[in-house]
């Protein structure tokens, strides 16, 4: 007899989304960057016992209607493994409760800080207590790139992302230092001063832009690329 449970975690974003398919609690497949338009076949055609859903999409509930599993779709009211103590729940981040969500699975009972790079670089703080307690949202890379290119006369739109010199010798160069190195030195003492409030933190980085920092960071950080996927796979089991 297959004792094999399916279960599909999927991230969805305007336009595009990352889909995990999770066998009986372990990630087997990830697949970023899926339409749409073919999400619903695309999940359909995996049979799972059950689908979790984390959108900023508006059209969720079409996409409910089409996948003909039992589809969870994950709002501020939604049970999870841990206590949100976010003032303003309703407000949070879906992928950021997920992302506090996957920490605790890997880092039960642990001070553990969640550093996402995106398009913005969020922090989320999860204590030894397994509550969520918020964090901070900043620029990311391109949105500082974009901002210095939009909000000013000349400044040129760079997509670069090694600081070859902290001193730039071109206009060009010196908008890279001041964009990569100030990025690095912020996330670092961001970590410093969690540090200094609590003791035996870990970090956990992810994101898309996660793997371009991690090795330049001096601190010691775990690079967990899925780890949203893995908080949203945690949830659909706690609630099924």
Known sequence: ????????????????????????????????????????????????????????????????NKIKSPVLNLNYKTLIPITNKYATPQTLGRDRLAGAVGAYAINRNTNTLIIDVGTCITYDFINSKNEYLGGGISPGIDLKFKALHNFTAHLPLIDEREANNLIGDTTESAIVSGVINGTIAEIEEIIRMYKDKFSHLRIIMCGGGALGLHNKLKIETKLVSDLVL???????????
Do not use: C, W
């Not at 959108?55 to 079409?62: I, T």
């Not at 893995?230 to 099924?240: A, H, Q, S």
């Open 1 to 64: 007899m297959n004792n094999e449970v399916i279960r599909v975690a999927i991230d969805l974003g305007n336009t595009t989304a990352k889909v995990g398919v999770f066998s009986n609690g372990n990630l087997i497949n990830k697949e970023v960057g899926v339409s749409y338009a073919s999400l619903s076949k695309h999940v359909n055609d995996l049979s799972p016992n059950n689908v979790i859903i984390s959108s900023v999409n508006q059209k969720v509930d079409e996409l409910v």
């Open 230 to 240: 893995i908080g949203l796979n945690r949830i659909l089991e706690y609630n099924v």
